[in-house]
């Protein structure tokens, strides 16, 4: 079966520090990968997806980044954080097959990542 | 207009009771929706799939009205472990990225 780790759970870190999460998938294939936010409060916004290794595509303009290193990693990244980054972070995995042939495209989310900038 | 729109809620109901949710979407091209489920600083859980023609599972029941644009959830005999945030979520065809998250409508079942 297929699981999703992702890490740090919980961090608290000083505007201007850098800031790296990662996430892994196992038992799957060239997965799509996600990184979303919540903000409290509020909804899912999708930052990043990347449907291949070295392929990342931003959604939003903003002080982070995300890297695929290897098939079934993901990264999220900022060289240096804002107060506004503050948010629940939350990686995802869909197969990339499904996506592409039945339509349906369902997203299996990580325990994410709760980040703090004071 | 925002692409999806939940009923807002906070949906306050006891033990037993029937609630239902609904949402709108914009999109005519939306290929396949869904209900997921967070629980209270957790990550979103998938609940289930909307069919065209509407399907159950359980106490839940998911309906899909093509014509009027709009999703609904149906929980009959709530239960205190029903207690959570319902996203909606939208998938359109063709590309990688397209699910659409409602901003979610929270359940509280009270004892």
């Known amino acids: 079966s297929q699981t999703i780790h992702q890490w740090p759970a919980t961090l608290v870190q000083p505007v201007g520090s850098p800031l790296s999460l990662e996430c892994t998938v196992e038992?799957?294939?060239?997965?799509?990968l996600y990184w979303y936010r919540q903000a409290a409060g509020r909804g899912l916004q999708l930052l990043f997806y990347s449907v291949g290794i070295g392929q990342i595509s931003s959604e939003v303009p903003q002080n982070l980044s995300a890297s695929r290193p290897q098939d079934r990693q993901f990264i999220l990244s900022s060289k240096k954080l804002l107060l506004s980054d503050s948010g629940f972070y939350l990686c995802a995995w869909s197969d990339s097959v499904l996506a592409v042939r039945s339509g349906a495209n369902v997203l299996t989310f990580g325990a994410g990542s709760r980040l703090t900038v004071l | 207009r925002k692409e999806v729109e939940q009923d807002p809620g906070p949906f306050n109901v006891p033990e037993g009771a029937t609630v239902a949710f609904n949402c709108t979407y914009s999109?005519?091209?939306?290929?396949?929706f869904f209900w997921y489920r967070q629980d209270c600083r957790k990550e979103p859980k998938l609940l289930m799939s909307v069919y065209s023609s509407g399907n159950e599972d359980g106490r839940f029941t998911a309906q899909l009205n093509r014509a009027s644009q709009y999703i609904s959830l149906l929980i009959r005999d709530s239960k205190l472990s029903d207690s959570a945030t319902y996203l909606c979520v939208w998938r359109s065809s063709g590309s990688a990225r397209q699910l659409t998250f409602g901003s979610g409508t929270q359940l509280t079942v009270l004892p």
């Open positions: 999109n005519s091209a939306s290929q396949s």
């Open positions: 038992g799957t294939s060239n997965p799509n």
